[in-house]
């Protein structure tokens, strides 16, 4: 088994900012793309980022310059760093991590329960 747990939302006021994690842990065998997505209340979930094991890095244009992704292997964690908040990055935000259990196993991809953020104005 595979757990992801995401930590770091919480309230604040716009222009503020936040330090999301995402730690996968279990039989994690390889750990291959990182990504954050996040889901506000009344819409569908949708990417934010992504980090490939090769460090390389995708963002949404909506996030771009104000969110940065970044990996620690050695600790199978992402980071999401989001400054410049403002009050529509308002959303629960979810981490999925695509592993792989064990050396002749499938890739599979594992997704946290979420952590909110809340940006007031």
């Known amino acids: 088994q595979v757990q992801v747990v995401e930590s770091g939302g919480g309230s604040v006021q716009a222009g503020g900012s936040l330090r999301l994690s995402c730690a996968a842990s279990?039989?994690?065998?390889?750990?291959?793309?990182m990504s954050w997505y996040r889901q506000a209340p009344g819409k569908e979930r949708e990417f934010v980022s992504r980090i490939d094991s090769d460090a390389s890095t995708t963002y949404a244009d909506s996030v771009k310059g104000r969110f940065t992704i970044s990996r620690d292997n050695a600790k199978n964690t992402v980071y999401l760093q989001i400054n410049s908040l403002k009050p529509e990055d308002t959303a629960m935000y979810y981490c999925?991590?695509?592993?792989?259990?064990?050396?002749?196993?499938?890739?599979?991809?594992?997704w946290g329960q979420g952590t909110q953020v809340t940006v007031s104005s």
């Open positions: 279990g039989y994690t065998y390889s750990t291959y793309d």
């Open positions: 999925k991590t695509v592993v792989k259990a064990c050396l002749p196993c499938d890739r599979v991809a594992y």
